[in-house]
């Protein structure tokens, strides 16, 4: 059912045409031609004029008669360097030259979601109602998914393919994830002449860095200070320091109240100080926590079992555009794709981990 050949080639000419975010208009082209081919009905929305991009998502609708209806998504966009790729075969890995990255992230995950049409196609299968998506812009935010407009299409559940991880992995829970800048102002002044008429904004911020928690916060939450910035010259008191704060939780309420914290003491210790705290945090996505025994979770669960392929529900670290469908109301899961190493230059995926991943695909709308 499931051809190698045919989605081997498939992925080795889709990672060659390079689509960084907010650019994936020749992706989206060449993708656009194939649904229109597999006999779907194909539309763009207005996801990329509404970012700045070049390209909307892209959406292929498989119709059927009174079955439900299931959502198929992987995102166009890569990470960069990803402008000329070069993929290489060798063992049953396909990887990169090692001047790029590969994108099979998520374009592991495309390969996957257009073989199961083909095989559906081919063989002529009974299937539910499809909604394909083929997102813009997920690695800047998931910013394709947070405009596409998911309530126009009466979706039952959702099957997102953009996990590492061997298939059968199931990513039923993920954190809602906050980011942004955690700003102090002191005050200028000379530091030789007149110190005493500075506020240093550095020893503020250390001070509140001190009472605020960070690290592995619970066994849901973690929070961190990734980059600090200040500061122009030694003989200058410290006027204002930029920290660069994120917090992520499984818990959205959990998530919060630690944000609540970690701003609370941060304006406190500035007023001790007569410094300013301005804070530009924000909440970048909403988490999801799928109960184990939710149908869409079953779905896939079954899938895998007459696929041959063990599978296991597990809890990510990492937002996807699975988090925005569950927060619309759209029970989804996250599905691994066998992309190794993402978002690097030896990023790579096995042959054998893309049919894997059809073969459930095919085996989900057949359940
Ligand atoms: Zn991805």
């Not at 813009?136 to 935010?141: L, R, S, T, V």
């Not at 393919?161 to 298939?167: H, I, Q, R, V």
């Not at 030694?234 to 410290?238: D, F, K, L, R, Y």
């Not at 066998?338 to 030896?346: A, C, D, F, P, R």
């Given at each position: 059912m499931v051809n190698e050949n045919r989605i081997v080639e498939n992925f080795l000419d889709m990672v060659k045409i390079p689509s960084p975010s907010k650019n994936e208009r020749k992706m989206g082209d060449y993708l656009i031609e194939i649904l229109k081919e597999l006999g779907l009905e194909v539309e763009e929305d207005n996801a990329g004029i509404k970012n700045g991009g070049n390209c909307g998502n892209i959406i292929g609708i498989l119709k059927s008669q009174g079955r439900k209806k299931y959502l198929f998504s992987a995102h166009m966009d890569t990470v960069v360097p990803c402008e000329k790729i070069t993929p290489i075969i060798e063992n049953g890995i396909i990887k990169s030259?090692?001047?790029?990255?590969?994108?099979?992230?998520d374009k592991g995950g495309i390969a996957a979601i257009i073989e199961m049409l083909r095989v559906i196609k081919e063989k002529n299968l009974d299937h539910p109602e499809i909604v394909v998506v083929f997102s813009?812009?997920?690695?800047?935010?998931l910013l394709g998914a947070k405009a596409?407009?998911?309530?126009k299409y009466n979706i039952d559940f959702g099957f997102i393919?953009?996990?590492?991880?061997?298939?059968?992995k199931i990513i039923t829970k993920a954190p809602s994830a906050a980011r942004g800048v955690l700003k102090v102002i002191g005050k200028p002044a000379?530091?030789?002449?007149?110190?005493?008429?500075g506020i240093n904004a550095l020893t503020v911020a250390a001070h509140a860095i001190t009472k605020i928690k960070l690290g592995r916060?619970?066994?849901e939450t973690t929070s961190n200070i990734g980059v600090v910035s200040g500061g122009q010259a030694?003989?200058?008191?410290?006027p204002t320091v930029e920290l660069q704060y994120e917090a992520r939780s499984l818990s959205n309420e959990k998530l919060e109240n630690l944000l609540k914290e970690t701003f609370d003491i941060f304006s406190n210790v500035a007023e001790e100080f007569g410094a300013k705290f301005e804070n530009e945090v924000n909440v970048e996505y909403p988490g999801f926590v799928l109960d184990d025994n939710e149908e869409v979770i079953t779905i896939v669960k079954e899938a895998c079992e007459r696929a041959g392929i063990t599978s296991e529900t597990v809890s990510s670290g990492g937002g996807s555009d699975t988090n925005i469908y569950n927060n619309k109301g759209i029970p989804a899961v996250n599905l691994a794709v066998?992309?190794?190493?993402?978002?690097?230059?030896?990023e790579y995926i096995e042959i054998s981990d893309l049919v894997k991943l059809a073969k459930i695909l095919v085996e989900i709308i057949k359940g």
């Open positions: 030259d090692g001047t790029s990255i590969l994108g099979g992230d813009m812009a997920e690695e800047i935010g596409f407009e998911v309530e393919l953009d996990s590492s991880g061997k298939p059968g000379h530091a030789g002449i007149s110190p005493e008429n916060v619970d066994s030694t003989n200058i008191v410290m066998g992309m190794t190493k993402v978002h690097t230059l030896e």
